[in-house]
């Protein structure tokens, strides 16, 4: 079957721009996490649903950043008025729930955004 | 935000060689998991560990959870080609679903 898709995969953008990045999880997975990698770097965790409510956003740099999920499955990130810290690449990953450490969270190829 | 200390940062071996690396943290985890990154891709779970002291294999690798729950490694037995990218420990607090990500290995086999 499909797994987590992201679009657009590469987004070029300049300082002060906002942008959308969009993610489609696995059919029936009701958890979804947004996730920033920078160059060298490991995973930093942004934001979580559970549905379409976020239990936890401590994880967004900024008030620049915010996302949201509808339907319970479709998620967008989006990022206002961009600057040049805020390129990387911007990983999701959906599981079957939440909340468990059985729920194994399969990721998307990321979308590389880099801010000019 | 806090991380795991993964180490070597990058390695460089023959094909056919065995390869180990291995995170360590100040923090207790109930959740070991180790992932591989293949460029432009997302990361693919290998082998996920659930108590102190698990020894668990997949394969040409094999992964353990320390007895104090604050570190993991990996091996991977006899290197192939297939094998060069990037792998990340991620450990799982017992409280929360959060990972805490390694700064990730890469591995890179020479000609």
């Known amino acids: 079957g499909a797994g987590v898709s992201q679009s657009p995969s590469n987004k070029v953008t300049e300082k002060g721009k906002d942008v959308e990045l969009r993610c489609d999880p696995i059919?029936?997975?009701?958890?979804l996490y947004w996730y920033r990698q920078s160059l060298g770097q490991g995973l930093e965790f942004l934001i979580y649903?559970?549905?379409?409510?976020?239990?936890?956003k401590s994880g967004l740099p900024s008030d620049r950043f915010s996302a949201e999920r509808t339907g319970g499955s479709v998620s967008t990130l989006t990022i206002q008025r961009t600057q040049q810290e805020d390129s990387a690449v911007y990983l999701c990953?959906?599981?079957?729930?939440?909340?468990?450490?059985?729920?194994?969270?399969?990721f998307g190829p990321g979308t590389r955004l880099t801010v000019l | 935000g806090q991380q795991l200390n993964q180490s070597p940062q990058s390695m460089f071996i023959q094909e056919g060689e065995d390869v180990s690396m291995n995170c360590t943290s100040s923090?207790?985890?109930?959740?070991w998991l180790w992932y591989k990154q293949d460029p432009g891709e997302g990361p693919v779970l290998l082998i996920a560990?659930?108590?102190a002291g698990e020894l668990t294999s997949n394969g040409r690798l094999t992964a353990q959870f320390g007895i104090t729950r604050k570190d993991s490694f990996l091996n991977i037995s006899a290197s192939i080609p297939s094998d060069v990218g990037i792998y990340f420990c991620?450990?799982?607090?017992?409280?929360?679903?959060?990972?805490?990500w390694g700064a990730g290995t890469k591995l890179i086999i020479k000609p």
């Open positions: 990953a959906s599981s079957l729930m939440g909340q468990s450490i059985y729920n194994e969270q399969f």
């Open positions: 560990l659930y108590k």
């Open positions: 991620a450990g799982q607090l017992t409280s929360n679903y959060q990972l805490i």
């Open positions: 059919s029936g997975h009701t958890a």
């Open positions: 923090s207790i985890f109930n959740t």
């Open positions: 649903f559970q549905g379409n409510s976020a239990p936890d």
